[in-house]
C-alpha cells in the first residue's frame, strides 16, 4: 500500500511519522493510495482538506490532545488496520464571507462554521434560512453551524446538540447568547443555505472562521452544504465514528 504521510509539528508527532515512514515508507501524495495523518484532529482537518484534489481517505492517528476524529496508537500492523478500516464520507460546510472592505472569501470546513465577536461589544446577528429572515437581531458572543460529525466539537461546548452521523440536518447554535435569552438555537436541513448579517460591524466587530480557516471584521456570512464533495475518513472497524458519537452521548464529567 502506498502511503502519505503527514504530521503536526509537536515532537511526539514527528518523531511518530518519523518511524512509520522507515517502516512504510513515504509516498508522493499524488501516487498514495491513502493519507495517514498524524497528531490530533488540526491535522486531520488539514489532511481533508489536502485530499479534495486528490480523491484520496484519510487515516488519523491520535498524536495529539483528544483528537475525536483520530485512531488509537497501538503495535498493530497499519496496513492491515487500513485494509480493515471503515469508510465515512463526509460532506464539508462551506461558507461565503464578505468582509468590511467588500472583499469575497470562501473556506470550506468539515467540523462547524462559526462567528464570533472580537472585541468587548456583544455581537448583533440576524439570521436568514432560504432567504427568509428567521431572528432578526441576535444578541451574542458568537453563532456557528455544525455538520453531524462537528457536533460533537465546539457545538457541544456550546451546549449544542450532539446529531448522530446520518442525519440530513445542521446545528445552528448561539455562544452565549443576551437576547432573546431563551432562544437555544435550531436544527436546520442540510440542502438550506444559512445567511448571517452582522448589525453595525465597525462598532460590533465579527470574525468568522471555518474549522482553522479565520476571516477577520465580516459584514455578511452565508453557509451551505457542499454534497458534491466527498472527504473520506477511515476509522478502525472496532472504535467507528458511530460507536464514538453514541458513547459522547453518555458521558459525564
Given at each position: ?88 464520507i463526509v460532506h464539508p460546510l462551506e461558507m461565503e464571507v464578505h468582509d468590511i472592505l467588500n472583499k ?47 457536533s460533537t466539537a465546539y457545538n457541544l461546548s456550546a451546549k449544542g446538540p450532539i446529531i448522530p452521523l ?88
Amino acid at each position: 500500500m502506498k502511503i502519505h504521510f503527514t504530521s503536526s509539528k509537536n515532537k511526539i508527532a514527528l518523531n511518530t511519522k518519523e518511524k512509520l515512514v522507515s517502516k512504510y515508507n513515504q509516498t508522493p501524495i499524488n501516487k498514495a493510495e491513502v493519507i495517514v495523518a498524524i497528531g490530533g484532529d488540526g491535522e486531520m482537518l488539514k489532511a481533508l482538506r489536502e485530499s479534495i484534489s486528490i480523491n484520496l481517505p484519510v487515516f488519523g492517528l491520535n498524536k495529539g490532545s483528544i483528537g475525536f476524529l483520530m485512531n488509537r496508537i497501538n503495535n498493530r500492523n497499519l496496513i492491515k488496520r487500513i485494509k480493515d478500516s471503515v469508510q465515512m464520507i463526509v460532506h464539508p460546510l462551506e461558507m461565503e464571507v464578505h468582509d468590511i472592505l467588500n472583499k469575497k472569501h470562501i473556506s470550506l470546513a468539515v467540523n462547524e462554521i462559526a462567528l464570533f465577536r472580537n472585541t468587548n461589544q456583544s455581537s448583533i446577528i440576524s439570521i436568514s434560512v432560504d432567504n427568509e429572515e428567521r431572528l432578526k437581531d441576535l444578541y451574542c458572543d458568537g453563532i456557528l453551524v455544525a455538520t453531524p460529525v462537528g457536533s460533537t466539537a465546539y457545538n457541544l461546548s456550546a451546549k449544542g446538540p450532539i446529531i448522530p452521523l446520518e442525519s440530513d440536518i445542521l446545528a445552528l447554535t448561539p455562544i452565549s447568547p443576551f437576547r432573546p435569552r431563551n432562544w437555544q438555537g435550531a436544527l436546520i436541513k442540510n440542502d438550506s443555505k444559512i445567511s448571517f448579517e452582522i448589525k453595525n460591524p465597525k462598532l460590533r466587530p465579527v470574525n468568522a472562521s471555518a474549522d482553522i480557516i479565520e476571516i477577520k471584521n465580516v459584514t455578511k456570512v452565508s453557509v451551505r452544504q457542499r454534497h458534491d464533495i466527498n472527504l473520506k475518513i477511515l476509522h478502525d472497524a472496532d472504535d467507528n465514528m458511530e460507536h464514538r458519537h453514541l458513547r459522547e452521548q453518555f458521558l459525564i464529567d
